[in-house]
């Protein structure tokens, strides 16, 4: 055989293991410090006659499992066992991130970090007096304020909700994020204000994925904006969707309505046209 031939035989071998190799890594998706993997958790919870359904997000590669937001009250039984859906569990997160303080976003907080102490807890600074509760929660301040104005059987359910907003277990936060940071590489801190003032969102670099929390959500196939009795600054809320617009997202993950992959762009600015256009009062 010539040296040539050798070379050829040799190249094509290092090449079908390098393929071998990059596959691998796709299917495994956590076999290389660079390569990360997202996936969407499907939490129920009754709420009085209807079923409601939330998408925390688990995002991993061989040194971390980071969980984005925690769900209701009383949820991590349901976390450990979609975890163990991709052979994890409660005890091996190493990172949480709370997207805001929101009570359907922190309700499993305390409950996740008696289970498993060692994790770190991540969110804004802006965030972390209404976690820790040293501050009352602006939602339930605006429950509070809206319910001033409701009669009736809207007064009993927005009573019934302040009152529950009020039992939500506080938790510690141990580090805080601002935009720009890195949670792991490949992970971006995206400030997406609005929601709440210190509403956050991460962005996966590769694989040009958004982990949106509430800075939007997913209705009928299209996004949509939480009405304002959720939304603090709609105004905000406009100007982070565009700046999620700028980063050219491929995919966006929402805590309410789960993902969308196609057409995201388009999408994204029919809701930023509808927002100017509707005359439904934001
Ligand atoms: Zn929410």
Same mark, same amino acid.
């Given at each position: 055989?010539?040296?040539?031939? =050798? ?5 094509? %071998? ?10 691998? %890594? ?15 958790? $499907?939490?129920?919870?009754?709420? &009085? ?12 590669? #061989?040194?971390?499992?980071? @969980? =984005?937001? $925690? +769900? ?14 991709? &052979? ?18 922190? +309700? ?30 602006? %939602?339930?301040?605006?429950?509070? #304020?809206?319910?001033?104005? @409701? ?6 359910? +927005? ?7 009020? $039992? ?17 590489? +490949? ?14 969102? /991460?962005? =996966? ?13 997913? #209705? ?14 709609? #105004?905000? =809320? ?8 700028? /980063? ?19 999408? @994204?600015?029919?809701?930023?046209? %509808? ?8």
């Amino acid at each position: 055989m010539t040296i040539s031939g =050798c070379a050829m035989i040799y190249a094509g %071998r290092y090449l079908i293991a390098e393929n071998m190799h990059n596959l691998t %890594r796709r299917i495994n998706g956590v076999t290389n410090i660079d390569m990360i993997s997202i996936k969407t958790l $499907t939490l129920s919870q009754q709420i &009085g006659s209807h079923v409601s359904y939330i998408h925390p997000v688990i995002i991993f590669n #061989e040194s971390d499992l980071i @969980l =984005c937001d $925690t +769900g209701y009250p009383n949820q991590a039984k349901q976390i450990d066992d979609q975890l163990k859906k991709y &052979g994890f569990s409660v005890q091996d997160i190493t990172k949480i991130i709370i997207t805001h303080h929101d009570h359907d976003h922190t +309700g499993s907080l305390s409950e996740l970090q008696k289970l498993n102490p060692r994790m770190t807890v991540l969110t804004s600074a802006e965030e972390v007096p209404f976690i820790e509760d040293q501050t009352q929660s602006l %939602r339930l301040l605006q429950a509070e #304020e809206y319910n001033k104005k @409701l009669s009736g059987p809207e007064l009993v359910f +927005g009573t019934h909700f302040a009152n529950y907003l009020r $039992t939500i277990p506080s938790a510690k936060v141990n580090r805080t994020v601002k935009h720009g940071d890195f949670i792991i590489e +490949g992970l971006k801190v995206i400030s997406t204000p609005g929601h709440t003032p210190g509403h956050i969102s /991460l962005f =996966c670099m590769e694989e040009k994925a958004l982990i949106a929390g509430d800075a939007l959500a997913i #209705e009928n196939n299209r996004f949509d904006i939480a009405n304002p009795e959720f939304t603090l600054d709609m #105004e905000e =809320c406009i100007n982070s969707i565009k700046k999620i617009l700028d /980063l050219n997202p491929k995919k966006v993950i929402c805590y309410h309505g789960e993902t969308i992959e196609d057409h995201v762009e388009a999408l @994204l600015n029919e809701t930023i046209a %509808r927002y100017h256009s509707e005359s439904r009062n934001f």
